[in-house]
C-alpha cells in the first residue's frame, strides 16, 4: 500500500524524498549535539509539518513550547540534564522551525530510544493534542528500554482546556509511566476539581508573554490597522463585515501566512486586535503589551474574573457584534485610547510576568506543584 501511495500521489513522494533528507541530518545532529551517556534527558514533544505542504504549522502552543525548552535548559537545577525536542514517528518529520527565531533541532522520538542508552531519569513532556497517540508510539521496544529507567515521568502540556482528551486518554499514560502530572496554560483551569478528574497533580505554567519582550506603540505611531484572529467563529464574517460598514477607512488583516518576526511587526502597527479564539490568547495579550486595544469574547475557561472589568472584553458574541463598532469610534482619540490602553496593559502586566513564569517552570521541576493529587477520586 505505502509503494502504491508513493507511485500515485506526488504529495507523498516528494514527503518520501523530503524525510530521507531530514532523517540522514537528524541522524547525524544528535551524534553532534547530544552525549549518548548522559543519565538525565528531558524531552520535549511538537506537532510535525502538514502532510500536504510538508511546511511547520506555527502556533501560540509551539511558541510556548519553545520557550519552555529555552527557559528550563537555563535552570541552575536542571544543569545536569540534556534537553531535546522531538516529534511522534508517526507524523510528518521536521528538522527546525522556520517561522520564528530558534536554534532548536528537532529530532524523531523513536531517536531518544536508540540514541541515549544510559537513561536513568526521563520526563517526557506532551502537548495536550497528541496524548491520545503518545501510547502507540512507545511500543514494544520503547517500553522495554522504558523498564530499565529508574524515573520515567510523563508530563502534559494542557495548553487549552477546550481541546484537553478526556481522562481515558491520562489513563493509557499511566499504564506506561507511574509518574504522569499536567501543566497548565492558564491559572484558570489549573483547578483541583481538574486534579480529581484526571488523577494527576498539577502545576501551572502561565506562558513566555511579558511587556519586556514588546515594543509598546503610543497611539500616534499606530495606523489605522485592526488585526484579527483566524479562528473559526460562527459570528466572525458578520462581526468584522458589520466593523468595516460603519469603519470604511479602517484596514483589517486576518493573520494568516506570516512568520512570527513578521506578525509581531503588524501588530506594533494595529491600533486595534479581536481574538476569536479562546480569548485570552496570544492575538489578546501580545497586542496589549504592544499598545494596542484587544477586543474578546470573556469566557470561564481561560479568562481570570477581573477581565470582565475591560470594556474591551464582551460578555458574547452578540453583544460584540452590537457594541464594536461605536466602541472602536469612541476610543479612537489619543485620550480615551490611551485610558483603555493603560488599564488593559495594567491588567496584563498582573498576570504575566516573566520573573513569575520562570519561578512556575522551576518549581514544576523541583516536583512543587500547585496542585498534588493524593489519590481517591
Known amino acids: 500500500m505505502t509503494c502504491g501511495r508513493l507511485l500515485l500521489q506526488p504529495s ?15 541522524n547525524s545532529l544528535i551524534a553532534k549535539q547530544y552525549n549518548p551517556e548522559g543519565a538525565k534527558l528531558i524531552v520535549y514533544i511538537v506537532d510535525g509539518a502538514d502532510w500536504i505542504t510538508g511546511k511547520e504549522r506555527i502556533s501560540g502552543g509551539l511558541l510556548s ?50 540514541y541515549f542508552n544510559n537513561l536513568q531519569h526521563l520526563i517526557i513532556n506532551v502537548p ?41 486518554s491520562v489513563d493509557a499514560l499511566k499504564h506506561i509511566a507511574k509518574n504522569v502530572t499536567m501543566t497548565t496554560a492558564h491559572v484558570r483551569y489549573c483547578t483541583e476539581a481538574l486534579s480529581r478528574q484526571y488523577k494527576v497533580s498539577m502545576h501551572n505554567l502561565s506562558v513566555f508573554g511579558s511587556p519586556e519582550r514588546y515594543r509598546r506603540c503610543a497611539y500616534a505611531e499606530k495606523e489605522n490597522l485592526m ?46 486586535a479581536i481574538t476569536f479564539g479562546e480569548g485570552l490568547d496570544f492575538y489578546f495579550i501580545e ?7 484587544s ?4 469566557n470561564d475557561d481561560f479568562f481570570p474574573k477581573e477581565f470582565t472589568e475591560l470594556p474591551a472584553v464582551f460578555s458574547t458574541y452578540e453583544h460584540m457584534c452590537r457594541e464594536l463598532p461605536a466602541m472602536i469610534e469612541h476610543l479612537d482619540n489619543p485620550i480615551n485610547f490611551n485610558e483603555c490602553q493603560k488599564a488593559q496593559f495594567n491588567l496584563c502586566r498582573k498576570h504575566y510576568q ?18 498534588k493529587f493524593h489519590g481517591g477520586s
Open 287 to 293: 497586542t496589549v503589551f504592544s499598545g494596542g486595544i
Open 65 to 114: 513550547i519553545a520557550s519552555m525548552f529555552e527557559e528550563a535548559k537555563k535552570l541552575p537545577e536542571l544543569a545536569s540534564y540534556q534537553f531535546i525536542m522531538v516529534t511522534l514517528n508517526s507524523i510528518p518529520l521536521i528538522l527546525r522551525h522556520t517561522q520564528f527565531e530558534n536554534n532548536i533541532t528537532v529530532f524523531r522520538l523513536s531517536q531518544v530510544f536508540s
Open 128 to 168: 495536550e493534542l497528541l496524548v491520545p497517540a503518545l501510547p502507540a508510539e512507545l511500543g514494544a521496544g520503547p517500553r522495554r528500554r522504558l523498564e530499565k529507567i529508574k524515573n520515567f515521568h510523563i508530563n502534559i502540556l494542557n495548553q487549552n482546556i477546550l481541546i484537553m482528551p478526556g481522562p481515558e
Open 227 to 272: 488585526i484579527a484572529s483566524p479562528d473559526q467563529q460562527p459570528m466572525s464574517a458578520t462581526i468584522l463585515e458589520g466593523v468595516q460598514a460603519r469603519l470604511p477607512s479602517l484596514r483589517i488583516q486576518v493573520i494568516k501566512n506570516l512568520t512570527y518576526g513578521d506578525y509581531k511587526a503588524t501588530i506594533e502597527r494595529a491600533k486595534w
Open 354 to 371: 516573566y520573573d513569575r513564569y520562570l519561578r512556575n517552570l522551576s518549581a514544576f521541576y523541583r516536583g512543587d506543584y500547585d496542585v
Open 12 to 26: 507523498q513522494r516528494r514527503r518520501f524524498v523530503r524525510e530521507l533528507h531530514i532523517r540522514r541530518a537528524q
Open 295 to 298: 477586543f474578546a469574547v470573556y
